[in-house]
């Protein structure tokens, strides 16, 4: 069992930048492969960014290269969501998400996923 729990949300404007952060406790010793996801209001939930249990591989979508990162400190057992430049239009609730090792496959769809955090709130205001 793995255990995600995100803190870091709040209220910004636009252009500004927020650090999340989802904390990973549990069977931390097995490779495991994270994402984060969001969803609007009346909106399906929808893929962020995802990181191989390597790091060294990540994926982001299109609605937000270049302007967020995913990464993970190993030794604080924490993997972030550095979000720059933010817009009104990336205010939703935050969640991450955790795998064991996959290779990389569908790493968009929620259901591949077996963990899930809470969620935290991310609202910009224009």
């Known amino acids: 069992q793995v255990q995600l729990v995100e803190s870091g949300g709040g209220l910004v404007q636009a252009g500004d930048s927020l650090r999340l952060s989802c904390a990973v406790s549990?069977?931390?010793?097995?490779?495991?492969?994270m994402g984060w996801f969001r969803q609007a209001p009346g909106k399906e939930r929808e893929f962020v960014a995802y990181?191989?249990?390597?790091?060294?591989?990540?994926y982001y979508a299109d609605s937000v290269k270049g302007r967020f990162t995913i990464s993970r400190d190993n030794a604080k057992n924490t993997v972030y969501l550095q979000m720059n430049s933010l817009r009104p239009e990336d205010t939703a609730v935050y969640t991450c998400?955790?795998?064991?090792?996959?290779?990389?496959?569908?790493?968009?769809?929620?259901?591949?996923?077996?963990?899930w955090g809470q969620g935290t709130q991310v609202t910009v205001s224009s």
């Open positions: 998400a955790a795998r064991g090792y996959t290779g990389s496959i569908y790493y968009t769809r929620p259901q591949r996923y077996d963990y």
């Open positions: 549990g069977r931390t010793s097995s490779p495991y492969e």
């Open positions: 990181l191989a249990w390597s790091g060294a591989t990540t």
